[in-house]
């Protein structure tokens, strides 16, 4: 049997080799259905893993909390962040403020500035700063004006000057830059549009909240202590929220960030499912190429197939060698198609800024599906090789 499969498979690649460009064609389909699996699926993984990477740098185990309140009461009180604080497994409690102010630098006014308030607490639990301090505690008394500017705000209003000890006005008050915030160089980043405005610039949250009018905190993260169950941190935050409201509907709303982390693995999951399915269309097209390009080899050959038949060659052995040549060509595309696919993955995380990692199911799925092809749509044309009748076949023109 083994010298059965040897011969089979050399008269193949002959025959193979014997009609170079009608091979490449026929293999084209393979090719670009295994290379779209393989970039796809890769891409894509690339893609949500390092949206995930940012999620969880962000904080596994940090859960929003936006409370509007009611009519009777709006927003969170200090004694109310008090309160969250000593919620069961909540490691710390940092209020954040949004605003969107003017600025003056060096006497040029920037209409379009984004201020974000934030206690020393954001810092404990995010490596954000590139240079310079963060800001500490003792800058949350409200009569601390001190600042942390991002690159944005670098670039429309102190291009050229010495960042770290310049002075920018606020609302009136005159802050001194303390430190620079890192550039944000992540897929989420790039999709920001930062255009719209002329940078950002973080204060103590109680200073934000004077600028915003507001009189109590709406935004706060919440971090959980390690080891805490997420689940029952929400739990917990929402008895005590009840509590606090009353049991007000709408008053405010929790998001936990594990939970989305566990919804993008799903969506990660169906994406690669749905992408892997789109692209083997192009293999099925392909093996329909293998199929017709067999089914003229075959007519093609008919004589030589009638003399092997007629000096004794088994129907077997003649089945075994159109089959062994669908695969080969399958196979030979399969492979083909898996370092294309690769090549343009990888181009496309450089271009995309994203992780690269050769996904090792996609390529199994690319390399087992150009299998599968190549023995179903192979299968028919060798069986109707070995079944002519030699006479008949030594009779056709």
């Not at 390092?50 to 009519?71: D, K, Q, W």
């Not at 102010?101 to 060096?106: G, H, I, K, L, Q």
């Not at 001194?176 to 897929?187: F, P, Q, Y």
């Not at 496309?348 to 299998?371: C, D, E, P, Q």
Request: net charge negative.
């Amino acid at each position: 049997m083994g010298g059965l499969f040897g011969q089979s498979f050399k008269m193949s690649i002959k025959n193979i080799r014997s009609n170079k460009m009608r091979s490449f064609l026929t293999m084209l389909g393979i090719i670009i259905g295994v290379g779209a699996v393989i970039a796809l699926i890769t891409i894509v993984q690339g893609v949500t893993d390092s949206i995930m990477n940012e999620f969880t740098g962000l904080g596994a185990g940090t859960i929003s909390v936006s409370a509007p309140g009611t009519a009777l009461k709006s927003g969170l009180t200090e004694a109310d962040l008090e309160t969250l604080k000593n919620v069961p497994g909540v490691k710390a409690v940092n209020p954040t403020v949004s605003v969107m102010t003017s600025a003056v630098a060096d006497g040029e006014v920037y209409d379009k500035v984004s201020i974000d308030g934030e206690s020393a607490v954001y810092f404990q639990n995010n490596d954000v700063i590139e240079s310079g301090q963060a800001l500490s505690a003792a800058d949350m008394s409200g009569d601390s004006y001190v600042c942390i500017v991002d690159h944005s705000f670098i670039d429309n209003c102190l291009w050229g000057k010495k960042v770290l000890g310049s002075t920018i006005l606020l609302d009136g008050y005159e802050y001194t830059v303390i430190g620079v915030r890192k550039k944000d160089d992540s897929v989420m980043g790039a999709m920001t549009d930062t255009s719209s405005y002329d940078g950002t610039v973080i204060v103590p949250y109680r200073n934000a909240l004077k600028m915003s009018g507001a009189r109590n905190i709406t935004g706060v993260d919440v971090y959980s202590e390690e080891g805490a169950s997420s689940d029952a941190v929400v739990s917990n935050l929402r008895d005590a929220l009840d509590s606090i409201y009353n049991d007000a509907d709408n008053a405010y709303s929790v998001f936990s960030m594990d939970s989305l982390l566990s919804t993008m693995n799903t969506v990660k999951t169906m994406l690669q499912t749905m992408l892997g399915g789109i692209a083997s269309i192009s293999l099925v097209v392909g093996g329909i190429g293998i199929m017709n390009m067999m089914l003229v080899s075959v007519s093609e050959r008919t004589k030589e197939i009638g003399l092997r038949k007629a000096l004794g060659a088994e129907p077997m052995r003649i089945q075994m060698q159109f089959l062994i040549e669908a695969v080969v060509l399958s196979v030979f595309g399969g492979i083909i198609g898996v370092i294309i696919g690769e090549i343009v993955a990888y181009v496309g995380a450089v271009m995309l800024k994203t992780t690269y990692s050769a996904s090792v199911s996609a390529i199994m799925l690319g390399l087992g599906f150009s299998l599968a092809v190549g023995i179903v749509f192979g299968w028919a044309p060798a069986r109707r090789a070995s079944r002519l009748n030699p006479i008949d076949a030594l009779r056709a023109e």
